[in-house]
């Protein structure tokens, strides 16, 4: 994957996906409605980050980083489709990537950094 910042950047993403089947109003197609999540794990040590950088990623991804495996995970589900999520966790790691970058030694509600998607998008 590519950051703005950081340019070309070569880690190892893990992905998997999950087809879920939810519930929906009646007179949508049938009644059910289906969503492809996507879930996305990188080990932060292959991302090229300095240390400081690391701690700001750590700091801006909260529960989705684990310091004992350092582990990044991120999650894809307000799509209908894989690909589409897919997309949508590689562009939130481009972007905890950039925040790292452009603001290391900063702490979270030091940056003006507007990369909090919505609760929906990113867990």
């Known amino acids: ?8 950047i070569r880690a190892t993403l893990y992905f998997s996906q999950t087809l879920s089947i939810e519930p929906n109003l009646p007179e949508v197609d049938g009644g059910t409605k289906q969503h492809e999540k996507v879930t996305m794990r990188v080990n932060v040590d292959e991302l090229g980050l300095t240390p400081e950088q690391l701690e700001r990623l750590a700091s801006v991804a909260g529960p989705r980083y684990v310091e004992k495996t350092r582990t ?14 897919k997309a ?9 990537v950039d925040d790292a970058v452009a603001n290391c030694g900063a702490g979270v509600e030091e940056s003006s950094s507007n990369i909090e998607p919505e609760e929906s998008q990113m867990t």
């Open 1 to 8: 994957f590519s950051s703005a910042s950081a340019g070309p």
């Open 88 to 96: 949508l966790v590689r562009e939130q790691l481009a972007l905890l």
């Open 72 to 85: 990044l995970t991120l999650v894809g589900r307000i799509y209908e489709e894989a690909a589409a999520n």
